[in-house]
């Protein structure tokens, strides 16, 4: 079964670049039809989703962060990875990496599974 | 954005109790609508998908139904590993938005 891994820094300075990876094992990230996704939470703003890529390169971001946003595939190392730029306090939250597909035939979507999440505080 | 609002935020209930959750849509979102459980400590996992649909290894005693702006989530005798909480998620538009979530403790 495809099971998921964050991993990366839990202390980014503010307007520096915050980076993770989510490892994949279980399943390749090359097997079509899903969508590599980052998802992250806070008290603040409960669950929001970040974004996802497909291995063909069709991204979709939240229109939110997109200008600070980069979501790449690493098909060698069966990872993909989440780069925020210039980030602030209101960054701080628990990222997870996450899944993203569909019923079959169909674009009702899903996101399983997930990563246990990986914390990271904006401070100085 | 559409903006999904769960209702209530959190209740208390007792094991074997049968409990309900909506989740609201800003608009009409067809039946594009997920169902999720957090447990304390873990990631939110996957219950419900298109609004009804029973994820494989997810007990028969969940179920979703609604279409359009208005769903539920059912339980339908809660058992002690359901204290948790619930969010719901539609998939009909990018971003993808989350409820706010529900919080089910023991009474």
């Known amino acids: 079964q495809v099971q998921l891994q964050e991993s990366g820094p839990g202390l980014v300075k503010p307007s520096q670049t915050l980076s993770l990876t989510c490892t994949v094992s279980g399943g390749s990230i090359n097997s079509g039809g899903f969508w590599w996704s980052w998802i992250r939470q806070s008290p603040g703003k409960g669950l929001e989703w970040i974004g996802y890529r497909s291995n063909d390169g069709r991204t979709y971001y939240n229109p939110s962060l997109r200008s600070r946003l980069a979501i790449s595939l690493d098909t060698a190392k069966n990872q993909f990875s989440l780069s925020l730029t210039s980030v602030t306090a209101a960054d701080t939250a628990l990222y997870y990496c996450?899944?993203?597909?569909?019923?079959?035939?169909?674009?009702?979507?899903?996101?399983?599974?997930w990563g246990q999440g990986a914390l990271v505080t904006v401070s100085s | 954005d559409i903006q999904m609002t769960q209702s209530p935020s959190s209740l208390s209930a007792s094991v074997g109790d049968r409990v309900t959750i909506t989740c609201r849509a800003s608009?009409?979102?067809?039946?594009?609508l997920n169902w999720y459980q957090q447990k304390p400590g873990q990631a939110p996992k996957l219950l419900i998908y298109?609004?009804?649909g029973l994820q494989d290894g997810v007990p028969a005693r969940f179920s979703g139904s609604g279409s359009g702006t208005d769903f539920t989530l059912t339980l339908s005798s809660l058992q002690p590993e359901d204290f948790a909480t619930y969010y719901c998620q539609q998939s009909y538009d990018i971003p993808r938005t989350f409820g706010q979530g529900t919080r089910v403790d023991i009474k």
């Open positions: 608009q009409n979102i067809k039946k594009y």
């Open positions: 996450a899944r993203g597909g569909a019923v079959a035939g169909t674009d009702y979507s899903w996101f399983d599974p």
């Open positions: 298109a609004a009804s």
